[in-house]
């Protein structure tokens, strides 16, 4: 070969790099091989709340080649998010960009050859057939309970896997539930445990002890994915740990607790939204609103609110400030209202400024 021909084939497979070899250490791997990869690749999962937990659960998965990513998220990026939540960046938060939608954007990003969707809705006893329809494995990375007993009802009565997942300060803990064969978490946990109605805005939260429990809970995921629900080494026990007190702990979940609500009695009240408030708090001095389902015309909304504070809208939300609330909404009339845990203050905010 010449030396000019050298440099134009370097120069050619510069511009075309070969895609073929992206999970090529993976197939090496002898848990995946190249069938493992061929299964992950037509597998599907969704990703319930993309805060931390779900960041890094996404993109460790996207990279793994899980053939389809549904991310469902009800939030927008702020600046506080990015200590932890790995697959935002400041312009996200200085655009205040829905989660779901940053994260589809960043993963199709570093890997255009999986489909990804994002859902920038809060998952509810009213949609949450719809937006899970068809998913082989759901994920944890919700920050609450509630959500936790709705995804871990409609696991159990569809028969559907799911990897419970949490973090807060410098503890994890993760569960696999596969319905029928493990316990489920209303198994574990009959009400919400106490101790964990610590939340990151009480006690912080290291992004280590996130990434820890997103690794474990993604390993599980590709064992499940590419091996099923038999999968030999598919973890059947509630693993939790503490990084900062080296503190590590595992309770049996192999079997089921007999007279289980869920798994036993087959009595889905979250799946049914019994007792479901229709506003929720999303835990840091806010109110979200999600009761009027119905489309908003931003850019009507922004020349109105034009007189009464600052406001300012992009295709995905529309932001509005009066002191001392603020005020961010979604494009189906969802809104988050910031600066008051008082749902008659933010319902009356709402109905005077968005509308009753
Ligand atoms: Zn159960």
Redesign the pocket.
Known sequence: MTCLAREQSLENSAATPDWSDRYSRQVLFYGIGAEGQRKLGVASAAIVGCGATGSALAGLLARAGVGKLRIIDRDYVEPINLQRQSLFDENDAAESMPKAVAAARKIKALNSSIEVEAKVEDLVPSNIKVLLEGINLILDGTDNFETRYLINDYAVDRSVAWIYSAAVGSYGVTLNVVPGRT??L??IFPDSPRGMVETCETSGILNSAVTLVASIAATEALKFLVAGPEAPTLRRTLLSFDLWTNDRAEIAAAK??PG?R???ERDFVHLAGEGRPHITLCGRNSVQIHERQRPIDFAELDRRLQAHGRVRHNDYVLKFWRDPYEMTLFPDGRAIIKGTTDTAVARSLYARYVGS
């Open positions: 316990a489920c209303a198994c089921r607790r289980c869920a798994c036993g």
